[in-house]
């Protein structure tokens, strides 16, 4: 359980690189039900974006402009492109992996463009360029979908990166039904400059049952080869329904290894657990997200282990991208017993701060560790940072991706098929600090450096950025060379796992966490 000072919110987050493509299995046709099918039922035309960006608009101020400039590079991207002010759309020629997906770098020409111009400014023809992007389409009825994205990428710099329009059927039957049936492979996608990189398999999913392993770096996909793609370009070709099996080559060891994934109707679990096989007799619970039910499962989760005779807990969460945050809050709960959790400012400073709580009671006393990435966000880095600021789990792995907003959706008055989620506010942990932007430190560092690590900070023209003066201090970066040997993980399978498992033996660690470093009385 957990409670609120206020009413409840729930967060729900759509995370970047995040191979996960849901579909509703209706009982009428047993059909699956694709995101462009459910944009395609709102009935979205071209002349809603169309009407915003008129060259008059456009060229109003610099974000204006630049909002006008991310509807085109956002649709552009969907089809390997480039647009290129202020009026070239060429081939994407990838030579640098590193600039899909950030808004800073795609939009470094068109900001250097409008600062160059002397008045009066060049009016580029912005529907123009939207309309002859739109006619590469191949498939007309999914004219909606990249309207939709495209409006999305104009919220992204207009607003704030987390705000965006979702079909309503979509949510209902999909996004806040997160325990249903989806149509989902399991991998989470990296990027390095060698390509693109199995990052995460999720657990009893397709791509492990078929035998794909975190690492494999992915060479073709349907007898097409993807080395010279954009990320939206293999996304599209893994989410696409006209073929029953996708036949996907990766090298793996210098080997070329062929997997063929049949598509079917399946129900990824969020969570996984399993004690992990060694004298320390250590338990590992896997969060893929946090989705209704997560607290409850966790916990009976925890209480085998704990029968199993688990001296100590690894808690993974890798490529999180969050889910609801009052369910991170509970499982906080099962490590640190009832206590305050979080609390949730809103950017509208008439509206009062909301104050959340755990409530359950602590079942799991022995050590913990919490491993990170890049890609763990919002309530994964809320109970990371919770976990922490208690001085109840060592973290190991990257700085978090940094995502510390919320979001609240209503019916878009444009369209009522159509959800708008609006930013409404910010997290702060029990130090008084958010990780928005910023992220959660871990303790212990361990990072892949062949990948790309992006982040709120890095991606995004214009992030949020939280009020962080009034923090309290944080805990000092552990010094674990005493007791571990940094040669004995260099080539593990799995490092970061191993750096956490060492990090449970070390006695000197452990030490340090007899007492919280905040009490309740002074936390908010």
């Known amino acids: 359980m957990v409670r609120s000072q ?15 493509v849901r579909s509703f299995q209706t009982k009428e046709t047993q059909a699956l039900k694709s995101t462009e099918e459910y944009w395609q039922e709102t009935g979205l035309k071209a002349s809603e974006l169309e009407e915003l960006l008129q060259p008059e608009l456009c060229h109003s101020s610099e974000r204006y402009f630049l909002s006008c400039a991310n509807a085109l590079v956002t649709l552009a991207e969907r089809f390997g492109l480039q647009v290129i002010p202020p009026a070239q759309i060429k081939e994407n020629n990838n030579q640098s992996l590193e600039r899909e997906g950030s808004e800073k770098i795609q939009l470094a020409s068109w900001l250097q463009f409008y600062q ?66 989806t149509f989902s492979l399991g991998i989470t996608l990296g990027r390095s400059q060698e390509g693109f990189i199995l990052r995460k398999i999720q657990p009893r ?29 293999v996304l599209e070709l893994l989410r696409s329904e006209s073929t029953a099996e996708i036949q996907i080559l990766v090298a793996r060891n210098n080997k070329k290894l062929s997997f063929k994934l049949k598509r079917r109707v399946n129900s990824n679990e969020a969570i996984a657990s399993s ?77 009062k701060d909301e104050i959340f709580y755990g409530e359950e009671d602590k079942i799991f006393d022995k050590p913990v560790a919490v491993l990170i990435n890049s890609g763990t966000a919002s309530s994964a880095e809320l109970f990371a940072g919770i976990m922490k600021d208690y001085n109840r789990a060592v973290l190991v792995g990257e700085r978090s991706f ?117 009490d309740s009385d002074r936390s908010f």
């Open 6 to 20: 206020g009413k409840l919110i729930i967060l729900i987050t759509i995370a970047v690189g995040i191979l996960c």
């Open 116 to 181: 160059d111009q002397k008045t009066p400014k060049t009016q580029i023809q912005f529907v123009a360029l939207f309309r002859e992007l739109l006619s590469r389409i191949k498939n007309r009825s999914h004219e909606a979908f990249y309207v939709g994205m495209s409006l999305n990428g104009f919220l992204s710099i207009f607003k704030d990166p987390h705000t965006y329009l979702i079909p309503m059927k979509f949510y209902q039957e999909v996004v806040s039904q997160p325990d249903g049936k």
């Open 205 to 233: 999913s397709m791509a492990e049952d078929v035998g794909l392993k975190r690492g494999d770096r992915i060479l073709v996909v349907n007898s097409k080869n993807v080395e010279s793609m954009s990320l939206e370009q």
């Open 275 to 351: 004690l992990i096989p060694g004298r320390q007799k250590l338990g590992l619970l896997t969060i893929n997200r946090f989705t209704r039910q997560s607290c409850e499962i966790s916990k009976k989760s925890i209480m085998s282990l704990s029968k199993l005779g688990a001296r100590g807990l690894l808690i993974d969460l890798r490529d999180n991208p969050g889910g609801l945050v009052e369910e991170a809050a509970c499982v906080a709960s099962l490590f640190l017993g009832p206590k305050k959790m979080f609390t949730l400012k809103y950017l509208d400073t008439s509206k």
């Open 402 to 518: 940094g995502k510390g907003s919320f979001q609240e959706g209503e019916v878009w008055f444009k369209n009522p098929r159509i959800a708008l989620f609006q930013t409404q506010g910010l997290f702060y942990l029990p130090s008084r600090l958010s990780p928005q932007a910023a992220g959660i430190e871990p303790d212990v560092v361990v990072q892949s450096s062949s990948l790309f690590h992006d982040r709120e900070e890095d991606i995004f023209m214009y992030p949020l950025q939280a009020d962080n003066k009034n923090s309290l201090l944080a805990r000092k970066k552990l010094d674990l060379k005493k007791c571990l040997d940094n040669q004995s993980n260099s080539k593990q399978e799995d490092p970061e796992l191993s750096w956490a498992q060492l990090a449970l033996s070390c006695k000197s660690l452990n030490e340090n966490f007899k007492a919280s470093l905040y």
